[in-house]
């Protein structure tokens, strides 16, 4: 993944982005915002990998990786997106993969879902490692969006 400075979308304008993304048979990485955490979508084959990244870095504290590894397997229990780390930056980053054929409802609700595991996750961590809560509101646009999309 590039380090590179991302743009936030409305729901409605990121879901058109990525039909015009998955359109593309060689397309490079689509990276964009949502609620203030770089996400990154990569293509390659048969394969979309949704990734979102963290509050964390391993660069920062090498510590923080124990505590992200206790969530880890329970997590995935829960949750499909897997922990991970970005080799360019060293952040810590919450991934799925999907394989063809999917849709761009599939990629907006990994991608949502991803996003609130991250919450998730951050109050977790921010109890193990005793930080005040913090925690980041519920994604209003997101809800709004899915409501629209399946009510």
Same mark, same amino acid.
């Given at each position: 993944? !590039?380090?590179?400075?991302?743009?936030?979308?409305?729901?409605?304008? =990121? *879901?058109? !982005?990525?039909?015009?993304?998955? %359109?593309?048979?060689?397309?490079?990485?689509?990276? *964009? %915002?949502? %609620?203030?955490?770089?996400?990154?979508?990569?293509?390659?084959?048969?394969?979309? /990998?949704?990734?979102?990244?963290?509050? /964390?870095?391993?660069?920062?504290?090498? &510590?923080? =990786?124990?505590?992200? =590894?206790?969530?880890?397997?329970?997590?995935? =229990?829960? *949750?499909?997106g897997a922990l991970c780390v970005d080799p360019s930056n060293r952040k810590f980053c919450l991934t799925k993969t999907l394989q063809k054929p999917f849709s761009v409802?599939? @990629?907006?609700?990994?991608?949502?879902?991803?996003?609130? +595991?991250? &919450?998730?996750?951050? %109050?977790? @961590?921010? +109890? @193990?490692?005793? !930080?005040? !809560?913090?925690?980041? +509101?519920?994604?209003?646009?997101?809800?709004? /969006?899915?409501?629209?999309? /399946? @009510?």
């Open positions: 993944m !590039k380090s590179a400075e991302t743009t936030a979308f409305s729901p409605d304008e =990121l *879901f058109q !982005k990525i039909l015009f993304w998955m %359109d593309q048979s060689e397309c490079e990485d689509l990276e *964009f %915002d949502v %609620d203030g955490r770089r996400c990154t979508l990569i293509q390659r084959g048969n394969f979309v /990998y949704c990734v979102v990244e963290m509050d /964390y870095s391993l660069v920062e504290n090498c &510590s923080m =990786l124990e505590s992200l =590894l206790k969530i880890a397997a329970p997590s995935l =229990l829960v *949750f499909s409802d599939d @990629v907006m609700i990994t991608i949502e879902m991803l996003s609130n +595991q991250n &919450s998730v996750w951050n %109050d977790i @961590v921010d +109890q @193990v490692e005793g !930080k005040e !809560k913090n925690s980041v +509101q519920p994604r209003t646009g997101w809800e709004a /969006y899915r409501r629209a999309m /399946y @009510v």
